[in-house]
């Protein structure tokens, strides 16, 4: 079980790299294991040069056990968690368009990502954009976690998104989708758009309850 999440996690991280979803070193991936513990992306390695046998395991009690050390950003991951019983994976990305709109002044903070297509509301729902704190700042996983209990996917203002899914798969696709979404709405900006309406998204929430 242990082995074929790591390959996934590293074919995922691999994945979103080639695709241009991250740069450099930047965002990171987690996956919740059946004892209670994690896996994470270590730090300062892109994910495009991922290794399933470097990656760090925390235990449940979220203390590093083994392997390289994790991800920087790894009480991000663990606010989630801690705050979201459904929530199977975590990825945190830096991509370009979403970073974009939670620099934008307009940006609703309840509502960071707007409905402009089903599956954006079918898998993000509402993202919270959490307000600016610097890197490995403490309080942004305190602001993280005042929010997650509520939304499992939010964006941290000039920073990137985070999103928790059941899955890997599941967080990985809600990932793109709010990257595309984001991307969408740059496309939009300067022309009259139509949103869904209110009674659309109650109608998919109906459809396809979370």
């Not at 294991?33 to 395991?57: C, F, H, Q, V």
């Not at 606010?79 to 459904?86: F, G, V």
């Not at 089903?118 to 993280?144: E, H, N, Q, R, S």
């Not at 499992?152 to 890997?168: K, S």
């Amino acid at each position: 079980m242990t082995s074929k999440l790591r390959e996934e996690i590293c074919k995922i991280g691999q994945s979103l790299y080639a695709r241009g979803y991250t740069a450099g070193s930047s965002g990171n991936i987690s996956v919740r294991l059946p004892d209670g513990g994690w896996l994470m992306t270590p730090t300062n390695i892109a994910m495009g040069d991922l290794d399933p046998a470097e990656l760090a395991l925390i235990d449940a009690q979220g203390r590093f056990v083994s392997g390289p050390k994790p991800t920087k950003e790894s009480f991000l991951h663990l606010a989630m968690y801690r705050h979201r019983a459904d929530a199977g994976a975590v990825v945190h990305l830096h991509s370009t368009h979403a970073v974009a709109v939670s620099m934008l002044e307009e940006t609703d903070p309840d509502a960071a990502i707007p409905p402009l297509t089903a599956y954006a509301v079918m898998k993000l729902g509402k993202v919270k954009l959490v307000p600016y704190f610097p890197p490995g700042d403490p309080a942004l996983g305190d602001a993280v976690a005042a929010v997650a209990g509520k939304h499992h996917a939010v964006l941290l203002a000039n920073h990137g998104p985070v999103v928790a899914g059941t899955d890997l798969r599941a967080a990985q696709y809600a990932s793109e989708e709010l990257e595309e979404t984001a991307k969408l709405l740059f496309i939009l900006r300067d022309r009259r758009y139509r949103a869904l309406t209110p009674d659309a998204i109650l109608d998919l929430q109906h459809r396809f309850p979370s």
